[in-house]
């Protein structure tokens, strides 16, 4: 089992996608790359501790390989807007990737090489690389959101339609 962890906006969302992976064991909202301890989610919302909103997942590679791990990530989310995604606006929701190892770097810098070379996006992906730090997990009534609230405004009209795009697209690599 390998870790990675991803920051693409609203943690929400990308948990909801990777929840449906094949290979995924776990797939945890938290926090990661900010200077505060045991960081909560009002603390975190407030702007000035660093961290970005995550997902921290645990996935068997033999049967998803990392790479189409990121294929996802760049399909889920805008690469290209800098501390923000939609009208979630701060550094908590910038696009990052907090690798865990050199092949993880090397892997996430190839492929920002390769997108950013192949015209798919009309501005240059702001996507930070950095290695991973201490992550803190979101408070429990983050975990499993989407599930537990889905008639929640945020969720019917900004979760959900990331997850429809993932099946869509990616509807080969679903469990």
Known sequence: MQTATLGGGCFWCLEAVYKELRGVESVVSGFMGGHLDQ???QAVCGGDTGHAEVIQVVFDSSLIPFRDLLEV???THDPTTLNRQGNDVGKQYR????WHDEGQRSAATAMIE???HSGK?????VTELSPASTFWPAEHY???YLRYH???PYC???VQPKVEKFRTHFGSLRK
């Open 114 to 116: 390769g997108l950013s």
């Open 39 to 41: 960081p909560s989610y």
């Open 73 to 75: 990530f760049f399909s």
């Open 142 to 144: 983050h975990q499993d």
């Open 95 to 98: 696009s990052v990737i907090f």
């Open 150 to 152: 889905p008639l929640e």
């Open 156 to 158: 019917a009209y900004v």
């Open 121 to 125: 996006y009309s501005h240059p992906i």
